[in-house]
């Protein structure tokens, strides 16, 4: 029969709320092994004169909470190899909160039984001093768990073991990301014991005061915190009979001309590298797409959890890469294999498309750009630059002929530009955007060419192209950064 690991809960403070069961299992066993002796009920069992070995040392000697695990369930894989039963005492229930139960449960049981025997947890202290009923909503989090917990403020949030000040200062910061700065927060410590207390501050002052192994963070709900359910509430109660009147109006149809011009502000925040701009015109966009699923949604077509879910398994199933087995060395490999799922997925469908798939109402030059990728994977592409840079000439010459005959100007001009777009993609750059920085730059030499000839109290639209040209290369004498005389 193989050794038994009994994980007994100490309940959390003293004594008097430790369950009968485990405190006769304690006092019975010739040695108890315990995580840490920074515990009221621990003391007590010591002065009654329980033989117990602690793991304080190992949380001294190791680098990481993982290496403490680590060595926790190690030694008392030893323990078992020697004894048919081991005791195994933390604070508060086994499992809440008790990461080593966790690695001993997944690693041990396979080899020992194990046992929990459970015990009061310091969360009921907590629905006793703040006075709630846990079915309202309540999350429990580790510290440094906050980033990735998705709070949506609806719930009591609560945050154990906090032992120190710099911890609290890590959590503190991680909050203020979720919650207003004076949001309410409780410090609870010693919940049960005689040093029972409970202090009520706002959240950017969270990290003052003395912290210990028996201290927990809490705070309440709060209608005010930043989340992704917080925008559609919002969303949803605009399109209500309560909400705006503009809002409730629109359609998918209606909605397109805004969707395309936040786009284009974002683009432009981004060719100013204007982030602060950036950070509200992403908003407007992200307001665009939640506006749209709430339409869906009302239509009973889809919910936005659908475009969520859409979009995380499309990033998975794309990047086999990163989320499974397969090697992908360069950019470029990891476009063939994009485009080589991405076709498969549309044969799953059984969804028709042409070769040619964009969107209609792409820039030209982005059309241009993405015909002649596609025509390029199956081989239909010149093998360096010099043949690209070739066609542009030919085309030139052949809208030269076109202007002196009077005949195909039109077809011809649209012939360079496609070759010049040709002429881009060999030389890495991106089309639309290059055109986008010489209208930018036209645009400022041009401002700048209407400044200075003010300043020599002339009007630019009463001077000669000639006289214009002279300040347009005084303009463009600046841009370099030359200085005039």
Request: with cysteine; net charge negative.
């Amino acid at each position: 029969m193989s050794s038994c690991l009994h994980v007994v809960g100490l309940g959390p403070s003293g004594l008097e709320q430790l369950t009968l069961g485990n405190y006769r299992r304690l006092c019975n066993a010739k040695k108890v092994f315990v995580r840490t002796l920074h515990h009221p009920c621990v003391q007590e069992l010591m002065a009654e004169g329980v033989q117990l070995e602690s793991f304080d040392d190992v949380y001294e000697s190791e680098e990481s909470f993982e290496e403490v695990y680590q060595k926790i369930t190690e030694r008392l894989r030893t323990e078992l190899g020697k004894d048919s039963e081991v005791i195994y005492a933390v604070p508060g229930h086994p499992m809440v909160a008790e990461k080593t139960i966790q690695l001993l449960w997944k690693n041990l049981r396979p080899e020992y039984e194990v046992i929990v025997h459970p015990a009061m947890s310091f969360v009921d202290e907590i629905f006793r001093v703040l006075n709630f009923d846990p079915i309202e909503g309540m999350l429990i989090r580790n510290y440094d768990a906050l980033k990735d917990t998705g709070l949506t403020g609806r719930e009591w949030l609560i945050i154990p073991q906090v032992y120190n000040q710099l911890i609290a200062s890590e959590a503190k910061l991680d909050l203020m990301s979720f919650y207003p700065d004076e949001a309410n927060v409780f410090i609870v410590q010693g919940l049960g014991t005689s040093n029972e207390r409970v202090d009520k501050r706002p959240l950017f002052e969270m990290d003052h005061g003395s912290f210990d192994h028996l201290t927990t963070v809490v705070l309440p709900p709060c209608s005010e915190v930043i989340s992704w359910t917080k925008l559609l509430q919002i969303m949803e109660i605009l399109r209500s009979s309560d909400g705006c009147a503009w809002d409730r109006e629109q359609t998918h149809q209606t909605l397109k001309p805004c969707l395309i011009e936040e786009s284009y502000e974002v683009l432009e925040a981004i060719e100013k590298e204007d982030m602060y701009n950036l950070c509200e015109e992403l908003g407007d966009l992200l307001l665009q797409v939640v506006f749209h699923a709430q339409i869906a949604s009302e239509n009973k077509v889809f919910e936005s959890q659908d475009v969520l879910q859409g979009i995380i398994q499309k990033l998975l199933r794309r990047h086999p890469h990163v989320f499974g087995e397969e090697v992908l060395e360069t950019a470029d490999d990891v476009i063939r294999s994009w485009d080589r799922i991405k076709q498969e997925e549309k044969a799953d469908t059984k969804e028709e498309r042409g070769f040619f798939s964009d969107p209609k109402g792409l820039p030209a030059l982005m059309l241009a750009s993405s015909t002649q990728r596609r025509a390029a994977k199956i081989g239909f592409d010149w093998t360096d630059l010099e043949g690209p840079y070739q066609k542009v000439q030919e085309e030139l010459l052949e809208l030269q002929n076109a202007l002196k005959t009077g005949v195909g100007i039109r077809e011809e001009f649209g012939d360079l530009l496609f070759a010049m777009v040709n002429v881009s993609r060999f030389l890495k750059l991106d089309a639309e955007e290059v055109l986008r920085e010489a209208i930018h730059k036209f645009q400022a030499r041009f401002l700048k060419m209407v400044e200075l000839s003010r300043e020599e109290g002339q009007k630019i639209e009463q001077l000669s192209l000639n006289e214009m040209d002279v300040y347009w290369e005084k303009a463009k004498f600046q841009e370099k950064g030359g200085k005039l005389m």
